[in-house]
């Protein structure tokens, strides 16, 4: 069974930056999509970004050029570099794998972690 750990969440305050890691095991990494998503308390499960094997990535709007997600194939990382970071990115944060195609869609996605906690404070 694929195996998703995150880390890198914290405390950090509005304007900061956080780096997302999330360790893939148990799967041939370079066949995923990889993808983050968020949920923040009371809301539903929202996409990020995903990136293909092919490393091209796509990003939510609300945090397109102040996000990057990246892939590390030979370590089967990925990544989520947070730059000015705001209140309203305050969530839970997941990372999500998927064979093949990278997808927006939270349903689309059959392996999660355990997600990592982000504060941004104002």
């Known amino acids: 069974q694929v195996q998703l750990v995150e880390s890198g969440g914290g405390l950090v305050q509005a304007g900061g930056s956080l780096r997302l890691s999330c360790a893939a095991s148990?799967?041939?990494?370079?066949?995923?999509?990889m993808a983050w998503f968020r949920q923040a308390p009371g809301n539903q499960r929202e996409f990020v970004a995903a990136?293909?094997?092919?490393?091209?990535?796509s990003y939510a709007k609300s945090v397109k050029e102040r996000f990057t997600i990246s892939r590390d194939n030979a370590k089967s990382t990925a990544f989520l570099q947070m730059n000015i970071l705001k209140p309203e990115d305050t969530a839970a944060y997941y990372c999500a794998a998927r064979l093949m195609l990278a997808s927006t869609s939270r349903a689309d996605y059959n392996n999660w972690g355990q997600g990592t906690q982000v504060t941004v404070s104002s």
């Open positions: 990136i293909n094997k092919f490393g091209v990535s």
């Open positions: 148990r799967l041939t990494f370079s066949d995923y999509a």
